[in-house]
């Protein structure tokens, strides 16, 4: 079934090129929230930024993803999931230590549960608030 947008059809914009050097990208890491070793390699995305177990990442990149050039290296919270027109979701990250927020691609391998409760988790919220109201 076609999407129905609003206005002229959208067009998403190609992806621009990174002329970045991975030559330090292609080492396996340890996760800063669940401490596992954390493959590299992660399918669907060029750059692994994030833990596939817990979605928690280190603020490392600045502007261009894998360029490695913050200097905050704060650990980042997956806040929520957000998702573009063509359906490609993106975990919103904000950093601890400066507060800063980063959209970042999913990975096909990250884990589907922890992906669910990022989803969900506006929805368990609005219905804790409202048990609280009827219950005064």
């Known amino acids: 079934m076609p999407r129905r947008t609003s206005g002229p059809a959208r067009r998403r914009r190609p992806q621009r090129h990174k002329d970045v050097l991975h030559e330090h990208r292609t080492r396996d890491f340890r996760c800063a929230g669940c401490r596992l070793d954390v493959s590299a390699d992660a399918p669907g995305t060029g750059h692994r930024n994030h833990c ?6 280190l603020h490392v990149d600045a502007r261009v993803p894998g360029d490695r050039a ?3 290296r704060g650990r980042m919270e997956a806040l929520s999931v957000s998702a573009r027109a063509d359906g490609e979701w993106l975990l919103i990250h904000r950093c ?3 507060g800063e927020l980063s959209a970042n691609r999913i990975a096909g391998d990250d884990n589907p549960r922890a992906l669910v409760l990022l989803v969900v988790r506006p929805l368990r919220a609005a219905s804790a608030s409202c048990r609280a109201l009827l219950a005064s």
């Open 70 to 72: 913050a200097g905050c």
């Open 96 to 98: 601890l230590a400066c």
């Open 52 to 57: 596939p177990h817990c979605l928690v990442s």
